[in-house]
C-alpha cells in the first residue's frame, strides 16, 4: 500500500485509537512468536541420524563414507566451516548425500568437527593443504578413481582452490551456492557491508575467534522478520507432522554453528567481504594464486536465483568466468536446495544427471 492511501485510510482515525490498534497488534504478534520458541523448546522430537563410518581423520576433521563400501563414482564433498555438514543429510527423509547414495553414487563428506587445539592457529590454507587434500587422496585411494569434488556454500570456494592445487588428481568440479565475488558486481550495499563487517575483527582478536552466535546474528540481519515469521507459523504446525519434524531438526542444524579460528575469520571477513579478493584474482593460497582461468575441468555451478546468504550476483560471476561451466539456475533459497520439498526436483536430479555425463 502506498504512503498516500495509508494515509488515506487513517485520515479519519482518532490519533489515540490508532496507535492503540498498532500496540495490540504488535503485542500479538509477539505473542505468537513466543509461543513459537517455546513449543520449539518443549519440542521432545529428537533427529536421530543413522551412522557413518569414518574412513578418515586428522585433528577435528573426519571424512565419512556414505556409501559404506557399496561402490558407485566417488563424489569428495566440501561443506562449509561455517555450519555442521549434516544439513546434507538432515533427515533421513531429507538428505541429499543418501538419496544421491540410492542414484549409484558413493559420496565422502568432510565433517570438519569444532576448532580444536590442533586447529587454534589455522586459516584457509591450512584447512585447503593440510587437510582437504590429505582427505581428497583418501578418497582417491578408496576408490581407485579421481573423484567428482563438490562443494557447498563457503565449501565450494575452497573446493575451488582445492581444485587448482590438484587438477590431475580430480574428475570435474560442482560448485553448489558457492560465493566468489563478494562485492556483487560493485553493489554499494555489498561493498558497504564488507566495510562494516571490519568492525568485527579487533573481537576477534580479542578473544581469539569469531563465535558462532555472532555469525548466526549476521545471517538473521539478512531478513530482520524471518525469526518472526518461521516461530509464529510454527506454532500452529501439528504435533509429530514432517512438517514440524522438519522444522526442529533445520533449527537445532542452526543452532549448533561453529566458531571459526581468529586466522579464518580475519581472511573471510577481510580479506573476501572486505577486500574481494577472491574476484580481484588476490587470493593466494600455498604460494598458488587461485584464480578462475586455471580450472580447466568440467565445472557445474547451481545458482540460485533467491539466495540471500550467497546472492546469485556473488555465485554468479564465479560461474561465468570458468572456462568449461554449467549453470544450472533454481528458484530455491540456499537452505531450501537441501531440504525444501522441490530440492530433489530442480536440484539434486539435474546435478546427478550432469554428472552421470561426465562419467559415462
Keep these: ?76 564433498v566440501i ?36 576448532p580444536d587445539v590442533a586447529e587454534h592457529d589455522f586459516g584457509l590454507e591450512d584447512y585447503i593443504v593440510r587437510y582437504l587434500q590429505a582427505a581428497l587422496q583418501e578418497v582417491a585411494e578408496q576408490s581407485g578413481q579421481k ?25 570435474s568440479l560442482v560448485l553448489i551456492a558457492s560465493p566468489w565475488d563478494f562485492h556483487e558486481g560493485k553493489d554499494e550495499r555489498a561493498i558497504q557491508q564488507g566495510e562494516w563487517l571490519q568492525c568485527l575483527l579487533p573481537l576477534v582478536q580479542s578473544i581469539g575467534h569469531l563465535p558462532s552466535e555472532i555469525m548466526q546474528g549476521l545471517f538473521a540481519s539478512l531478513d530482520p522478520t524471518l525469526s518472526l515469521r518461521k516461530f509464529s507459523n510454527f506454532r500452529s ?26 586466522k579464518v575469520a580475519r581472511e573471510c571477513l577481510q580479506g573476501w567481504y572486505g577486500e574481494n579478493l577472491t574476484e580481484k584474482g588476490l587470493w593466494s593460497i600455498a604460494g598458488e594464486t587461485i584464480t578462475l582461468d586455471k580450472v580447466q575441468l568440467p565445472t557445474l555451478s547451481v545458482v540460485s ?24 539456475h533454481t528458484s530455491l533459497g540456499h537452505i531450501g536446495m537441501m531440504v525444501s520439498r522441490g530440492a530433489q526436483s530442480k536440484s539434486w536430479i539435474p546435478m546427478s544427471d550432469w554428472m552421470k555425463q561426465i562419467t559415462a
Excluded at 562443494?151 to 570456494?157: A, D, E, I, S, V
Design 1 to 76: 500500500m502506498m504512503k498516500a492511501q495509508i494515509a488515506s485510510k487513517i485520515s479519519g482515525e482518532d490519533p489515540l485509537q490508532f496507535h492503540q490498534a498498532i500496540d495490540r497488534a504488535i503485542a500479538r504478534r509477539f505473542s505468537l512468536y513466543q509461543e513459537g520458541i517455546k513449543k520449539y523448546q518443549d519440542a521432545d522430537f529428537i533427529n536421530i541420524r543413522n551412522h557413518t563410518p569414518v574412513v578418515w581423520s586428522q585433528g577435528s576433521a573426519s571424512l565419512l563414507d556414505y556409501s559404506e563400501g557399496r561402490g558407485g563414482y566417488p563424489l569428495f
Design 79 to 114: 561443506p562449509s566451516l561455517v555450519n555442521r555438514y549434516y544439513i546434507l543429510d538432515l533427515m533421513q527423509e531429507k538428505s541429499f548425500l543418501r538419496w544421491l547414495v540410492g542414484e549409484g553414487w558413493a559420496p565422502y563428506v568432510v565433517d570438519w568437527g569444532r
Design 147 to 171: 573423484p567428482i569434488v563438490i562443494g557447498y556454500c563457503m565449501g565450494g570456494t575452497l573446493a575451488t582452490a582445492l581444485t587448482v592445487l590438484n587438477q590431475p588428481k580430480i574428475r
Design 237 to 262: 504446525f501439528g504435533e509429530n507432522t514432517e512438517q514440524a519434524k522438519t522444522f526442529i531438526s533445520l533449527e537445532d542444524w542452526l543452532n549448533d554453528g561453529v566458531p571459526l579460528t581468529q
Design 305 to 328: 536465483d533467491n539466495d540471500r546468504i550467497v546472492p546469485k550476483a556473488s555465485s554468479l560471476a564465479g560461474a561465468e568466468a570458468l572456462a568449461n561451466n554449467a549453470i544450472i
